[in-house]
């Protein structure tokens, strides 16, 4: 299942953003148990994954963005968000939206953070 990711944009560092994941074609009772992840791929690097969250709201992140970034979910609108603030030039990259373990890719969305 597809799942779509918005809310990118040009930002200064030091700034802020709130990415969005919806899953539009996944019933509630499939998407609230699954464990959900923001990933991003920056230019010339692989992908990674940024920050995750169980269907219990269990959450762990890559270190990089400790204290900066907050995953959360609202499994009524079927729904995942990524706060990120205090964001930095090393934060540049697509952001995606997917499963972890990670399934099918959909689109998704670009932060730019300039110095």
């Known amino acids: 299942v597809q799942l779509q990711a918005s809310g990118g944009g040009l930002v200064q560092a030091g700034g802020s953003l709130r990415l969005s994941c919806r899953a539009p074609?996944?019933?509630?009772?499939?998407?609230?148990?699954?464990?959900m992840g923001w990933y991003r791929q920056a230019p010339g690097k692989q992908r990674e994954l940024v920050a995750a969250?169980?269907?219990?709201?269990?959450?762990n992140y890559l270190d990089s963005v400790k204290g900066r970034f907050t995953i959360s979910r609202d499994n009524s609108q079927k729904k995942v968000y990524l706060q990120m603030t205090s964001l930095e030039p090393e934060d540049t990259a697509v952001y995606y939206c997917?499963?972890?373990?990670?399934?099918?890719w959909g689109k998704g969305t670009l932060v730019t953070v300039s110095s």
């Open positions: 074609r996944m019933i509630t009772s499939v998407f609230s148990p699954l464990t």
């Open positions: 969250i169980t269907g219990a709201r269990n959450t």
């Open positions: 997917n499963t972890d373990p990670p399934g099918q």
